[in-house]
């Protein structure tokens, strides 16, 4: 195997894109999601394309107790990993701010399921004192605004999460990097209003692969993004809280 890597919530736009950026420098790779049939015919392409090896597997980030047994399969199929991709997302609808039952699918989905399974995997590279994890969180986290604040609150929560664990990490030399897209032409964005500067998931998925060969903890992608969330940030709130955003 070539520097291994776990791609998680594999079957996105985003997680493809990232998938083959890395096939393409040679990494092997084991693609997870809750879609098998689709995860068969993304890793035969993959194979046949840059020829590297492609496994796959079942991972539902939301059923935290599989996690321990899932990652020791993925460990014992790949003879370990270099690494490990978190592109877990699940943006959910209007209601989840005012039907928790809702909102708290999505609280489970993108911050309680990647805690625990990136908690897994940070255990194992620790001793390893190797590795990466790649964590994609979201502009949308850096502030809370009324058309996707559980979301929000939960891809913030992540970013917060892969700091600390950024901390922990650091001194046993894995690297922990927080990737914060905005905009991106994937199925969970299609169709919603006022979307604008919006980037392709092939981009993305390369820039993603990039960072590692750079020294940012924090990338904002396309970089822009980071300029417009600090003009967001700094929105004094007596003045934020009246936008329509």
Same mark, same amino acid.
């Given at each position: 195997?070539?520097?291994?890597?776990?791609?998680? @919530?594999?079957?996105?736009?985003?997680?493809?894109? !990232?998938?083959?950026?890395?096939?393409?420098?040679?990494?092997?790779?084991?693609?997870?999601?809750?879609?098998?049939?689709?995860?068969? +015919?993304? *890793?035969?392409?993959?194979?046949?394309?840059?020829?590297?090896?492609?496994?796959?597997?079942?991972?539902?980030?939301?059923?935290? *107790?599989?996690?321990?047994?899932?990652?020791?399969?993925?460990?014992?199929? /790949?003879?370990?990993?270099?690494?490990? %991709?978190? *592109?877990?997302?699940?943006?959910?609808?209007?209601?989840?701010?005012?039907?928790?039952?809702? @909102?708290?699918? %999505?609280?489970?989905?993108?911050?309680?399921?990647?805690? #625990?399974?990136?908690?897994?995997?940070?255990?194992?590279?620790?001793? =390893?004192?190797?590795?990466?994890?790649?964590?994609? !969180?979201?502009?949308?986290?850096?502030? @809370?605004?009324?058309?996707?604040? &559980?979301?929000?609150?939960?891809?913030?929560?992540? #970013?917060?999460?892969? =700091?600390?664990? +950024?901390? +922990?990490?650091?001194? #046993?030399?894995?690297?922990?990097?927080? %990737?914060?897209?905005?905009?991106?032409?994937?199925?969970? !964005?299609? @169709?919603?209003?006022?979307?604008?500067? %919006?980037?392709?998931?092939?981009?993305?998925?390369?820039?993603?692969? +990039? !960072?590692?060969?750079?020294?940012?903890? &924090?990338?904002?992608?396309?970089?822009?993004?980071?300029?417009? /969330?600090?003009?967001?940030?700094?929105?004094?709130?007596?003045?934020?809280?009246? /936008?329509?955003?």
């Amino acid at each position: 195997m070539n520097q291994p890597v776990l791609i998680l @919530g594999a079957t996105s736009a985003i997680a493809r894109g !990232t998938a083959a950026a890395f096939a393409r420098r040679g990494h092997d790779l084991y693609l997870a999601s809750r879609d098998l049939d689709e995860l068969q +015919r993304s *890793a035969a392409d993959l194979h046949l394309r840059y020829g590297v090896t492609v496994r796959y597997g079942l991972f539902d980030a939301e059923d935290t *107790a599989s996690h321990p047994a899932f990652l020791q399969q993925v460990l014992a199929e /790949m003879h370990g990993l270099s690494g490990v %991709v978190l *592109a877990v997302g699940f943006l959910g609808d209007p209601l989840a701010a005012r039907d928790f039952k809702v @909102g708290a699918k %999505v609280i489970a989905a993108n911050f309680t399921g990647a805690v #625990s399974i990136l908690s897994e995997c940070a255990s194992y590279f620790e001793p =390893q004192k190797r590795g990466f994890i790649i964590g994609i !969180t979201s502009v949308a986290g850096d502030r @809370g605004r009324q058309s996707n604040y &559980v979301y929000g609150a939960a891809k913030g929560a992540l #970013s917060l999460f892969l =700091q600390g664990l +950024r901390n +922990r990490l650091y001194a #046993s030399g894995v690297r922990v990097i927080t %990737v914060k897209p905005g905009f991106v032409d994937t199925a969970m !964005t299609f @169709g919603l209003p006022g979307l604008f500067l %919006v980037a392709s998931p092939q981009d993305i998925g390369e820039r993603i692969a +990039r !960072t590692l060969h750079k020294s940012a903890d &924090v990338v904002y992608l396309p970089g822009f993004w980071r300029f417009i /969330m600090l003009i967001i940030k700094h929105v004094p709130e007596p003045i934020f809280k009246r /936008m329509k955003m």
